[in-house]
């Protein structure tokens, strides 16, 4: 079993900054890739960023350019840094772990709010 614990959202006015945080406990050798997905008021959730246990990272369009995933090995922690937000990153945002076989783990998620 992996536990995540989010935090960090919040609300920011367009063109700000917020840095996201999931901290991971329990089976935490298991884990291979970390990052977030993203879900809006009446829309599916969406993918937005991953890194895997090697550093290597992904992102979806819409965030290229704004959004830095990284993650501190260590710590078991991987961190969302969300540069230049928009009204359309308001969302619920969940972090999840996947290990190299077996379920996925999500957290509860934590809420970000643009304001235009």
């Known amino acids: 079993q992996v536990q995540l614990v989010e935090s960090g959202g919040g609300l920011v006015q367009a063109g700000g900054s917020l840095r996201l945080s999931c901290a991971a406990s329990?089976?935490?050798?298991?884990?291979?890739?970390m990052g977030w997905y993203r879900q809006a008021p009446g829309k599916q959730r969406e993918f937005v960023a991953t890194?895997?246990?090697?550093?290597?990272?992904n992102y979806a369009d819409s965030v290229k350019g704004r959004f830095t995933i990284s993650r501190d090995n260590a710590k078991n922690t991987v961190y969302l840094q969300m540069n230049s937000l928009k009204p359309e990153d308001t969302a619920v945002y969940y972090c999840y772990a996947a290990p190299h076989a077996g379920r996925v783990y999500w957290g509860q998620g934590t809420q970000v709010i643009v304001s235009s």
């Open positions: 890194v895997t246990s090697g550093g290597s990272t």
């Open positions: 329990g089976s935490i050798f298991s884990i291979n890739a």
